[in-house]
Structure formats: C-alpha cells, structure tokens
C-alpha cells in the first residue's frame, strides 16, 4: 500500500512570496490533515478535512494560509504571503479508524524555509 | 497551555539494555493514545497506540503503559538496537477531536 505523498520535499522562497504544497494520502482515507512542525516542537494541527469539508481549521492563520481538498482526495495548502515564521516543516496525515481509534500515517513533509 | 509533555528533551541507552520514555498529559479528556518515530528528514512514522480503556499494550519490542490516575504513559522498548536512534513523539487525541495533540519529543540514542 503506497503511504502518504508529499510534494515538493524542500522549497526555499524570500518572504511576502507564496508557496503551495501538495498532498496525495492513503488510498480510501476520508480524513486528511495539515501539521505544521517548527524546529524543536512537536507537530500542531493547520487543518482537518473530512472528505472534501472542513471539519477544524480553528488553528490556520487565515489570513495568509489556506487549503483545500478538492473531490476528497489530493490536497494543497497555500501560503501567500509568507513570513519568516513560517519556516517549518508542513505535514500531510491521513487516517484509518481502527480498535480503539484513529491513527495517522504521516507524508515525508515539505520543509520550507523563507529568507 | 502544553497538554502533552515530555519532559526529557534527551535520553542515552546501551544496546540491549530497556529505553523508557515518558510522556503525562493534562486533558483528562484524551481517550487515545499514539507515540510515532521520526527519523531526520521523514514524517513522523507510527509505532505503537493505546486506548484509554487499556493500561498497558505490546506490540514486539515495544510496549505502552497507560497511567490514567497520573495521567501519565510510558513507551518501553526492549531490547534497545541502535536502529532504534530517532526522535521519539507522545500524541494524544479524544473524541470529537481526533486532530493529534503532540507532545515535544524525546530523542533517543542507542550506544551499540
């Protein structure tokens, strides 16, 4: 079974530029998730699709990020414009509900890095 | 407000010695519970979870152990291989929110 895709894998842009990030997750996985993860942290949760609905976006800087996942499946979450802080590697998960509960199978990630 | 935490930023072991992690929570409403491995530049890769009508969970060398009077679990791996070097993550989630809660990690190194 082919995991979670992930492109581009490292991307490099100056800030008030924009960056997108695409996302292929697991075959039949209905829940699809972004995670931001900055140097020395654990990952924080961007957005949670369902489907091709948004079920918690609460944490997304609307104001300059956004995602969508269009016919459920792919995904791509867009910056624009950037900023320093946003230098972080963006995680793709998406999940299977098994005994017990959810579990998430993460992408490579895309690691960008604003100057 | 960190709900998860692990409080070893490092931890060192001997091959073929025991690797304990540690991990405590403050939501008391976390009901599942995940710890992924990361090595450098990959995701975060799953290994082992826990629901929280369970207290304990094997799976080969690794076993979870589930404190929910402490609000505290543990990820204990024997035999230690050095294979085993990577970052390792505490998650949480609970329902009607199964977004993971991460803790900071622990990164552990196995000295062959």
């Known amino acids: 079974e082919a995991g979670v895709a992930q492109s581009p894998r490292y991307k490099i842009i100056e800030k008030r530029q924009s960056v997108a990030f695409w996302c292929n997750p697991i075959s039949g996985h209905a829940t699809l998730y972004w995670y931001q993860q900055i140097l020395g942290q654990g990952p924080k949760l961007l957005i949670q699709f369902q489907n091709n609905g948004v079920v918690d976006d609460s944490q997304l800087p609307k104001d300059r990020f956004s995602a969508e996942r269009l016919k459920g499946v792919d995904s791509t979450l867009k910056i624009q414009p950037a900023k320093l802080e946003d230098s972080a590697v963006y995680l793709c998960?998406?999940?299977?509900f098994g005994q017990g509960g959810e579990t998430q199978y993460f992408g490579p990630g895309t690691r960008l890095l604003v100057l | 407000d960190q709900q998860v935490k692990q409080n070893s930023p490092s931890l060192s072991v001997q091959e073929g010695r025991i690797s304990i992690l540690n991990c405590d929570y403050t939501n008391s409403m976390f009901d599942y519970f995940l710890w992924y491995k990361k090595y450098p530049a990959e995701g975060p890769t799953f290994l082992i979870s826990i629901s929280s009508i369970k207290d304990k969970n094997e799976d080969g060398r690794f076993t979870v152990f589930l404190n929910k009077s402490a609000k505290h679990l543990s990820l204990h791996i024997v035999p230690s291989q050095p294979g085993d070097s990577a970052v390792y993550f505490c998650a949480a989630s609970y329902t009607g929110r199964r977004a993971l809660t991460f803790g900071s990690g622990t990164r552990l190194q196995v000295q062959p």
């Open positions: 998960a998406s999940s299977s």
